[in-house]
């Protein structure tokens, strides 16, 4: 019987809240790759951790990624946080549920300060990390290669997240795969458009 070739996927969904959207560079099309993975991790039945920033000043995650709604794509934990990394006690505990050496895959905002600092957490812990980087942006376009190189030198995956879902099902054969490759080709438009915009380097 196939395996997958990543076993213990989980993904982290940081601070992409409504109120950031005027600010942050092609904030769209972050969204539109989170809602891919999210996808996708309802099919291959991975853990979702989320998080917002200092929630009662800058308000609730985006609608269309179905995190605060009962019913909708059923997170781990969606905790608020005034720390720039997403490791909160809150998270800290819920990943430590998960008995096992997690290979987290990260996508949201802002790439160089609450993504680094989440990865670098992560890594710390003894976490595989991987950095999707048509997932991450900043308000400022110029920080995100800077510090998608710095994670690169601190021992990061940075991948896609096209190159992220073949990688975690490894195998054609797995039973989820065409339910995978369906949301591959829904999202092919979003997913070239994403990477013109946001993998420019």
Same mark, same amino acid.
């Given at each position: 019987?196939?395996?997958?070739?990543?076993?213990?996927?989980?993904?982290?969904?940081?601070?992409?809240?409504?109120?950031?959207?005027?600010?942050?560079?092609?904030?769209?099309?972050?969204?539109?790759?989170?809602?891919?993975?999210?996808?996708?991790?309802?099919?291959?039945?991975?853990?979702?951790?989320?998080?917002?920033?200092?929630?009662?000043?800058?308000?609730?995650?985006?609608?269309?990624?179905?995190?605060?709604?009962?019913?909708?794509?059923?997170?781990?934990?969606?905790?608020?946080?005034?720390?720039?990394?997403?490791?909160?006690?809150?998270?800290?505990?819920?990943?430590?549920?998960?008995?096992?050496?997690?290979?987290?895959?990260?996508?949201?905002?802002? +790439?160089?300060?609450? #993504?680094?600092? %989440?990865?670098?957490?992560? /890594?710390? &812990?003894?976490?595989?990390?991987?950095? =999707?980087?048509?997932?991450?942006?900043?308000?400022?376009?110029?920080?995100?290669?800077?510090?998608?190189?710095?994670?690169? +030198?601190?021992?990061? #995956?940075?991948? %896609?997240?096209?190159?992220? /879902?073949? &990688?975690?099902?490894?195998?054609?054969? =797995?039973?989820?795969?065409?339910?995978?490759?369906?949301?591959?080709?829904?999202?092919?438009?979003?997913?070239?458009?994403?990477?013109?915009?946001?993998?420019?380097?």
């Amino acid at each position: 019987m196939a395996q997958r070739r990543i076993t213990n996927p989980a993904l982290f969904v940081c601070d992409l809240q409504e109120k950031f959207r005027p600010a942050i560079h092609e904030f769209p099309k972050v969204v539109a790759t989170t809602r891919k993975l999210l996808k996708a991790s309802q099919i291959l039945n991975f853990p979702v951790f989320a998080t917002t920033q200092n929630k009662a000043r800058l308000g609730e995650t985006c609608p269309e990624l179905g995190l605060d709604s009962a019913g909708d794509v059923k997170t781990v934990v969606h905790a608020d946080k005034t720390l720039f990394s997403m490791l909160t006690p809150e998270v800290r505990q819920a990943i430590a549920a998960q008995n096992t050496r997690l290979s987290c895959v990260i996508v949201g905002i802002e +790439s160089h300060i609450c #993504v680094t600092q %989440t990865a670098l957490d992560l /890594l710390e &812990e003894g976490h595989k990390v991987y950095v =999707i980087a048509d997932g991450v942006s900043s308000c400022n376009p110029e920080e995100v290669p800077i510090a998608l190189a710095r994670l690169r +030198s601190e021992g990061v #995956v940075v991948t %896609t997240s096209e190159s992220f /879902l073949y &990688e975690c099902m490894g195998d054609a054969s =797995i039973p989820e795969f065409k339910q995978i490759i369906k949301v591959v080709t829904e999202t092919k438009q979003a997913t070239k458009e994403s990477l013109q915009t946001l993998c420019k380097i």
